[in-house]
């Protein structure tokens, strides 16, 4: 009998341009996903930032994978800084964080109580970005 290593949990954090379409959203996440080789059920939960709360994309995202929808505020989501594979001055002057799909992802993973890490680094697709994060 084989030992099945346990699945890890994965946290995803986007971010989007205003009225992004969750197809486009969806997308990127599958090719994210398909791209790592990782299993779309190890997916636990999307977080963005606060602004983003009623995105209709994101919503919907979250509605059609059954999955929490959290969002940070900017001051929470720029406390991960250090852990970013990047920092963009444009993000940061819009936002008041240097990141808000690597930001979001590793806020999202230290919900967990272990120390987040970045898994995915920031990946884009028409006005989208998405990170996955992991707890330990």
Request: glycine share 10%; hydrophobic share 45%; proline share 7%.
């Amino acid at each position: 009998m084989r030992d099945l290593a346990p699945q890890p949990a994965l946290y995803a954090g986007f971010g989007c341009r205003r009225g992004c379409p969750v197809e486009t959203l969806a997308v990127l996440l599958r090719q994210t996903l398909t791209h790592h080789a990782l299993p779309l059920s190890a997916l636990k939960a999307i977080a963005s930032i606060e602004p983003k709360a009623r995105e209709p994309g994101l919503l919907a995202l979250a509605e059609r994978l059954g999955l929490p929808f959290i969002c940070f505020d900017s001051s929470h989501l720029s406390s991960f800084e250090a852990l970013l594979s990047q920092r963009s001055a444009t993000v940061y002057a819009q936002t008041g964080c240097w990141g808000v799909a690597e930001s979001a992802a590793l806020a999202l993973a230290g919900r967990t109580g272990a120390t987040p890490r970045l898994h995915v680094p920031r990946q884009g697709l028409g006005g989208a970005t998405l990170a996955l994060a992991m707890g330990g």
